[in-house]
């Protein structure tokens, strides 16, 4: 699952991370999906590249066969977690329906920045984040998906999101992957060999080499920062699926 790519103007989309939605009966525990979401939000705000912060407050009004919650939601249901509070520079969205994009002006918003790409995360997998997902996939942006930074209510519908439908959709990836920082002295969980400079304060994207020797490592926008990283697998191989 290695993210070959990372476009200059990369948007990050924080999906539902609000008091109503993170207190559902989840398959996976959301305090770490909640300490993942809050760094990505913290490099992406360092990088000054767009972090979106999407709360939902209802549902579509079509009939479903599965019963839905009717009349008016509990008060703080719809109201961000403190970790997400928006600062000066985010968008926030607030949508009516699954997807982050329908009905709202989150393409407009994104288009002003030039955006070309989205990062999407949060709760719940199968739902409000596989479906911002294929809106931004059918609206032509190229779509990646931090799977370790999101959670569902179900283990299986998750796993389906992850294994079947979001490799259609664009890339997927894991904080060894795109947040590990390190010392130039340090070992990359066992492995030994060239640790490469990484320029970003979110390391989970491109490829580099140290010393003209591929080290399969992943680094991407020099000029942000001054993190290390290194391979985590032997060069020219690639990470194989993890599921979690």
């Not at 990372?6 to 539902?16: E, Q, S």
């Not at 300490?35 to 972090?51: G, H, N």
């Not at 904080?175 to 990359?188: A, E, S, V």
């Not at 989970?204 to 591929?214: K, V």
Request: charged share 15%; hydrophobic share 40%.
């Amino acid at each position: 699952m290695a993210i070959t790519t990372l476009d200059a103007n990369t948007a990050l989309i924080v999906i539902d991370l609000q008091h109503g939605i993170v207190s559902l009966p989840t398959a996976q525990d959301t305090r770490p999906v909640i300490e993942k979401c809050t760094q990505l939000v913290s490099a992406f705000r360092k990088a000054e590249l767009p972090v979106v912060l999407v709360n939902v407050a209802g549902g579509a009004p079509g009939r479903t066969e599965q019963p839905r919650h009717s009349g008016e939601l509990p008060a703080g249901w719809a109201t961000l977690i403190p970790e997400m509070t928006p600062q000066a520079g985010d968008i926030t969205v607030t949508k009516h329906s699954w997807g982050a994009f329908n009905n709202t002006p989150l393409h407009t918003e994104l288009q002003q920045r030039g955006v070309t790409q989205v990062i999407v995360v949060g709760v719940a997998t199968s739902i409000g984040v596989e479906s911002t997902a294929r809106q931004a996939y059918e609206l032509g942006y190229n779509v990646a998906l931090a799977v370790d930074a999101m959670a569902d209510l179900a283990a299986e519908t998750h796993a389906n999101s992850i294994e079947r439908i979001f490799p259609r959709l664009g890339k997927r990836a894991q904080q060894p992957m795109y947040w590990h920082r390190l010392t130039p002295d340090d070992q990359c969980a066992g492995i030994t060999g060239p640790l490469v400079r990484a320029g970003t304060d979110f390391c989970f994207t491109g490829s580099g080499s140290g010393s003209g020797t591929d080290t399969g490592g992943f680094i991407t926008r020099a000029d942000v920062c001054g993190y290390w990283f290194c391979s985590i697998q032997p060069p020219g191989e690639h990470f194989p699926p993890v599921i979690s």
